[in-house]
């Protein structure tokens, strides 16, 4: 995948960030999760290593979440204005940025839509892209 380097920040502005590094993976996920936590058909998250990550103002404002009965699903999100930020995975095997987030075309692009045996009848067609009834195939 691309080589992203790129700024991102919260709604409000107090918190922002900096990846730099190669993009591992970027999906649209249409997960009832991933529905609840963005409020949305699905979640556009672009997977990247933990230490692609740099914050450049208001890491302290971070809240994070936990969902308790799941391996690794968490979210991070301004405490100010509640905007989804980038998170590290529990396990810290990776980072997953909300691709929303940064102001400018990352210029990676989707490679597929997965759980989309979870999708809402109204919710984007897969598009083109390769659609995964869950995980995609190789993350098993
Ligand atoms: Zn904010
Ligand atoms: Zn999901």
Redesign the pocket.
């Known amino acids: 995948m691309s080589e992203l380097n790129l700024s991102g920040s919260?709604?409000?502005?107090?918190?922002a960030y900096e990846i730099k590094g190669q993009a591992m993976h970027f999906y649209h996920c249409h997960c009832l999760r991933c529905r609840k936590a963005t409020g949305t058909g699905h979640a556009s998250n672009i997977i990247m290593r933990p230490e692609n990550v740099t914050w450049t103002a208001?890491e302290q404002?971070l809240t994070y979440y936990k969902l308790p009965e799941a391996k690794r699903f968490s979210t991070s999100f301004?405490s100010?204005?509640?905007?989804p930020m980038p998170r590290i995975a529990p396990d810290q095997s990776i980072a997953v940025i909300p691709a929303g987030t940064p102001a400018t075309d990352p210029g990676a692009r989707p490679e597929a839509r997965i759980f989309q045996a979870s999708r809402s009848d109204w919710s984007c067609e897969a598009g083109g892209l390769p659609a995964h009834a869950t995980y995609p195939p190789r993350d098993g």
Do not use: E, R, T, Y
């Open positions: 919260c709604l409000c502005g107090s918190v208001g404002l301004c100010v204005c509640g905007s």
